[in-house]
């Protein structure tokens, strides 16, 4: 990371902060001793709208997380909540990253202006992985992520883009019109990049303890990908080694994408009320995967081995685009949304 100094925000947005996790503490405590499970889902409503009232918008995600009937998932979100709790009442202690990491999970983001003054900045030929979109329907945003590797150093990116819900435009946007240029105005957009491309730029991260968030600085003209082989691919073990690692270094990191090589897929549970689930098989080791796109994922690949890029949260991985022996492309609508209530993924 950068070790240019980023000047940090006014401390009353802090002290407002610190009162919000205060409150949430106590308010932990008191869920604990009458019983998580028995907790009415309303509960965390008035939590997350207290949050709000105290400006960390990025902890009230993460509490509406365990809005829900599922008690093991409730925990799990609940257990998540008092880390972040913890990290940010011991933050000045932290290392430069992890504190970077805690400020931008409660919701103190960097403008992209700082990034691009103090971010890390990286130059290499970048191929786009895969793009997904959700819908986080309690901030109201339409969420898109697009994953990006280096083909040279193997540097994972991830580039977020939010949307209010009802004035969502698709994404990627569509190519400006051709028309004389304005040397007084500001540059021409470029082309919007699909999934697939790959061209020559600078990613500017975001401080972390593991950078991931990214923006695109500059970036040459874009063309198609054409290898057989997608840079980082490796088997299952090795992912989770290296997922493990990012854990350790990022606790509050909630995805990461993976390329995974020569794999195979099986359906579980075919179902039209929720997404499909499935396995992916590699060698002796498998790990679930979940998307709304299994026919299309299973008539692509024909019980051939393949490469799949897809991310992983933690629990199950979600297909986002495949390499097979015809090229590489992304899995179903680009415009692919999972409504949901809780943090954005950096």
């Given at each position: 990371?950068?070790?240019?100094?980023?000047?940090?925000?006014?401390?009353?947005?802090?002290?407002?902060?610190?009162?919000?996790?205060?409150?949430?503490?106590?308010?932990?405590?008191?869920?604990?001793?009458?019983?998580?499970?028995?907790?009415?889902?309303?509960?965390?409503?008035?939590?997350?709208?207290?949050?709000?009232?105290?400006?960390?918008?990025?902890?009230?995600?993460w509490i509406q997380?365990?809005?829900?009937?599922?008690?093991?998932?409730?925990?799990?979100?609940?257990?998540?909540?008092?880390?972040?709790?913890?990290?940010?009442?011991?933050?000045?202690?932290?290392?430069?990253?992890?504190?970077?990491?805690?400020?931008?999970?409660?919701?103190?983001a960097l403008?992209?202006?700082?990034?691009?003054?103090?971010?890390?900045?990286?130059?290499?030929?970048?191929?786009?992985?895969?793009?997904?979109?959700?819908?986080?329907?309690?901030?109201?945003?339409?969420?898109?992520?697009?994953?990006?590797?280096?083909?040279?150093?193997?540097?994972?990116?991830?580039?977020?883009?939010?949307?209010?819900?009802?004035?969502?435009?698709?994404?990627?946007?569509?190519?400006?019109?051709?028309?004389?240029?304005?040397?007084?105005?500001?540059?021409?957009?470029?082309?919007?990049?699909?999934?697939?491309?790959?061209?020559?730029?600078?990613?500017?991260?975001?401080?972390?303890?593991?950078?991931?968030?990214?923006?695109?600085?500059?970036?040459?003209?874009?063309?198609?990908?054409?290898?057989?082989?997608?840079?980082?691919?490796?088997?299952?073990?090795?992912?989770?080694?290296?997922?493990?690692?990012?854990?350790?270094?990022?606790?509050?990191?909630?995805?990461?994408?993976?390329?995974?090589?020569?794999?195979?897929?099986?359906?579980?549970?075919?179902?039209?009320?929720?997404?499909?689930?499935?396995?992916?098989?590699?060698?002796?080791?498998?790990?679930?995967?979940?998307?709304?796109?299994?026919?299309?994922?299973?008539?692509?690949?024909?019980?051939?081995?393949?490469?799949?890029?897809?991310?992983?949260?933690?629990?199950?991985?979600?297909?986002?685009?495949?390499?097979?022996?015809?090229?590489?492309?992304?899995?179903?609508?680009?415009?692919?949304?999972?409504?949901?209530?809780?943090?954005?993924?950096?």
């Open positions: 990371m950068n070790s240019r100094s980023v000047k940090p925000p006014k401390r009353g947005r802090e002290h407002n902060i610190d009162q919000g996790v205060a409150l949430l503490g106590e308010a932990l405590e008191d869920l604990v001793r009458q019983g998580l499970v028995r907790a009415p889902e309303d509960a965390f409503e008035v939590l997350s709208r207290r949050l709000v009232d105290a400006q960390a918008g990025g902890l009230a995600g997380a365990a809005a829900t009937n599922d008690p093991a998932v409730r925990v799990a979100a609940l257990g998540r909540v008092q880390l972040l709790v913890d990290a940010w009442r011991q933050r000045d202690a932290l290392s430069p990253g992890l504190h970077a990491d805690v400020r931008a999970a409660v919701g103190i403008r992209e202006a700082e990034v691009v003054a103090h971010g890390d900045h990286v130059r290499d030929t970048w191929i786009v992985l895969g793009r997904a979109r959700d819908v986080d329907l309690y901030r109201r945003l339409e969420v898109t992520r697009t994953w990006l590797r280096g083909t040279d150093l193997g540097r994972t990116a991830l580039e977020l883009r939010f949307q209010p819900l009802g004035n969502a435009r698709p994404w990627p946007p569509k190519p400006a019109r051709p028309g004389p240029a304005d040397p007084s105005g500001p540059p021409a957009p470029l082309p919007a990049l699909e999934v697939g491309a790959t061209f020559e730029g600078t990613l500017a991260f975001w401080p972390s303890a593991f950078p991931q968030r990214a923006l695109i600085h500059e970036r040459g003209p874009a063309t198609p990908w054409s290898g057989t082989r997608l840079p980082g691919r490796d088997g299952i073990d090795a992912a989770l080694a290296e997922l493990g690692r990012i854990l350790a270094d990022a606790p509050l990191h909630e995805r990461c994408c993976v390329v995974l090589g020569d794999v195979r897929v099986t359906l579980d549970r075919p179902s039209r009320a929720a997404p499909d689930t499935g396995t992916v098989i590699d060698g002796d080791l498998a790990l679930p995967w979940r998307t709304p796109h299994a026919l299309e994922l299973l008539a692509t690949t024909g019980g051939a081995p393949f490469d799949l890029v897809a991310e992983w949260d933690g629990e199950c991985l979600r297909p986002l685009a495949l390499q097979t022996e015809e090229g590489f492309g992304p899995l179903g609508d680009a415009a692919d949304r999972a409504q949901g209530g809780g943090p954005d993924g950096r």
